[in-house]
């Protein structure tokens, strides 16, 4: 017995037919849209990637620095100031700032992020407890 919804008497799914006219080559155009849909995103997962290792990057130099710079700090604050450079320099940063307040200092350092993405700031205190 044949299935009043089948198109074929070999099975219950429609023979294949020829493309309708205007219809060839829109499977590619499809691939290519979706190509392009992934590299978008991978692009902006590795640029928010680069962001956040550079932030990340920023705050460790800067929690070092301070702490390089508090342990100076008895030999005056520019030889403090002057250690929290070199140590963040050395952590592939920049000092932008750097404050000995008594016997707390203050760091303010910036790293370049990669891809484009900008320069990340982070700040740190370090003194006695």
């Known amino acids: 017995m044949r299935c009043p919804a089948c198109r074929s008497a070999r099975g219950p799914w429609p023979q294949w037919s020829p493309p309708r006219a205007g219809e060839a080559g829109s499977a590619s155009v499809l691939a290519a849209a979706m ?3 992934v ?3 991978t692009v902006a ?3 928010i990637g680069a962001a956040v290792l550079a932030r990340h990057g920023a705050q460790a130099a800067a929690d070092l620095a301070a702490l390089a710079a508090a ?6 604050s520019a030889e403090a100031c002057e250690r929290a450079r070199d140590v963040a320099a050395a952590m592939g940063a920049s000092v932008t700032a750097c404050a ?3 016997s707390d200092v203050t760091v303010q350092v910036s790293v370049r992020a990669g891809l484009g993405v900008g320069e990340a700031r982070a700040a ?3 003194g006695p407890v």
């Open 39 to 41: 590299l978008t995103v």
């Open 35 to 37: 190509v392009v849909a």
């Open 124 to 126: 740190a205190r370090a």
């Open 71 to 76: 342990a100076a700090v008895p030999a005056g």
């Open 100 to 102: 000995v307040t008594g």
């Open 45 to 47: 997962v590795a640029q």
